[in-house]
């Protein structure tokens, strides 16, 4: 009897459970991004072999995220990307206030810190998940030419921009998930566009959901030297590996 009514007190309490589990989510990602550079700087400053020549680089992305089911009030997610390119190559051009005409080395650093606040559209589709919303996004880097000659010369590359944010994610019943997410700002001469998608699995560990994930990043920089201190055209774009973590409460 009495076990009869423990076996009763549990079935009542695991759909409560359950659904708590729904109310408050807290998560992390973390992932490696190999990076591969195209494009210009300041005019006619190739960044590719031609140039100056930046090499594959792997960058970092950390990301942490608070999702609640209060109406209006916003879900939180802030990611940052470390990404900083080296190379070594040749220019006979000027860079911001130098003009080169040897061989030179170069970083060019694009870190950037990502302030995420987006909603979920409450879809009757099973396994659908859209969600929508602005992004503040810090970059805190700079571009840097040094040659034996001319010496070094350092542009900033500090600037925020304000982007639109959307996302879609597919889960199936068997773990397996697909996502697509982009943020997005074109305003005069000045444009960002970054893309990703990738493909995951959710490992079977009750309590906690720890994810793998692979998938593929593209960021598209334009920028007009009279917004910023220097006009740019590049791509960044290459695979990335990572793991996840998140918890419901």
Request: proline share 5%.
């Amino acid at each position: 009897m009495k076990k009869t009514a423990l076996a009763a007190a549990l079935l009542a309490v695991m759909p409560v459970a359950a659904q708590a589990d729904l109310l408050f989510t807290v998560g992390a990602k973390a992932s490696v991004w190999n990076v591969e550079p195209t494009g210009q700087l300041d005019d006619g400053v190739s960044v590719e072999d031609d140039g100056l020549n930046l090499d594959s680089e792997n960058g970092s992305q950390i990301t942490v995220f608070f999702e609640h089911p209060v109406p209006f009030i916003p879900n939180l997610k802030l990611k940052q990307t470390s990404l900083e390119l080296e190379g070594d190559g040749a220019i006979n051009a000027s860079f911001g206030d130098v003009t080169f005409s040897e061989d030179v080395t170069s970083t060019m650093d694009l870190s950037h810190t990502d302030l995420t606040l987006y909603w979920g559209l409450p879809l009757p589709i099973p396994f659908v998940d859209i969600n929508f919303g602005l992004t503040a996004r810090q970059f805190d880097g700079k571009a840097e030419v040094t040659g034996a000659t001319a010496g070094t010369e350092s542009v900033d590359l500090d600037f925020v921009l304000p982007l639109v944010y959307g996302e879609v994610k597919v889960d199936t019943p068997f773990g397996v998930y697909g996502h697509v997410d982009i943020n997005y700002v074109g305003y005069g001469k000045n444009k960002l566009s970054d893309m990703s998608y990738g493909l995951g699995y959710d490992l079977p560990i009750p309590v906690v959901d720890i994810g793998l994930e692979a998938g593929y990043r593209k960021m598209t920089l334009q920028t007009d030297e009279d917004n910023v201190d220097i006009a740019a055209d590049v791509d960044i774009g290459g695979m990335y590996y990572g793991a996840s973590l998140s918890l419901g409460f």
